[in-house]
């Protein structure tokens, strides 16, 4: 049997939610920094409770006015006591509502600075515990097995990557792909060699093309699963 997981970020008030948890097997749950509240976080957290689907923190900067998406200078101490915050802060309410954050992963700017900032890589560390990491390679990844972390890889099938393996710049031509067949042949590819595909819920189509991607996986023989 081949198990991937399909996960996407949820409780940013930009997706349809419910619609996604239908989909998907790991929900990235936006901890109120970029995006969300607590009631949002709750009614996410008993959704994907109800459907066996797994809870992740997806942290962030504190920059709520560009939806986490510029990068910030802020003190490892500060970020790392705002990644407790936010994880600490999602924990509480997942477990209210009967399940637990089975993983961490950060948002946005942040997810980019962490793949080449050792600073900032250390803070999210120091600041989510023992919890496993969802992440690209790069230095939170590298820091994170140093330190006996569960580091967990992921691809976006809906995104071009660079002959470096990163992602393209979404300004440049062809990064983000809009073709459902594309996407979910992309997605079959990529999931020879990641742990989870990340399925964007911010995109026109999206749960157009979550669906195309897990038809696709389960065609080819892959057992969508929860971090």
Not at 37 to 44: E, K, L, R, W
Not at 60 to 80: I, M
């Amino acid at each position: 049997m081949r198990y991937v997981d399909l996960n996407a970020d949820l409780g940013e008030e930009v997706t349809d939610d419910a619609a996604l948890l239908d989909v998907v097997t790991s929900a990235n749950v936006a901890c109120g920094y970029h995006a969300g509240n607590a009631a949002i976080m709750a009614s996410v957290c008993e959704r994907a409770a109800a459907l066996g689907v797994a809870v992740g923190a997806q942290v962030s900067y504190d920059d709520r006015a560009n939806f986490g998406r510029v990068a910030q200078d802020v003190e490892p101490h500060v970020l790392r006591d705002q990644v407790a915050d936010q994880v600490g802060a999602l924990s509480a309410i997942a477990a209210a509502a009967g399940t637990t954050v089975s993983y961490v992963k950060p948002h946005g700017a942040l997810y980019h600075r962490v793949l080449d900032d050792e600073a900032q890589a250390a803070a999210v560390l120091e600041g989510s515990g023992s919890l496993p990491v969802l992440t690209m390679p790069g230095v939170l990844a590298r820091i994170a097995a140093a330190a006996g972390r569960v580091v967990r890889s992921e691809g976006f099938p809906d995104r071009a990557y660079g002959a470096d393996g990163r992602l393209l710049p979404r300004d440049r031509p062809g990064a983000v792909l809009d073709d459902p067949d594309e996407i979910a042949h992309h997605a079959v590819r990529l999931a020879a060699t990641v742990d989870s595909l990340c399925l964007h819920g911010d995109t026109p189509g999206a749960v157009a093309h979550a669906r195309a991607v897990r038809r696709a996986l389960e065609g080819s023989g892959w057992t969508p699963r929860g971090l």
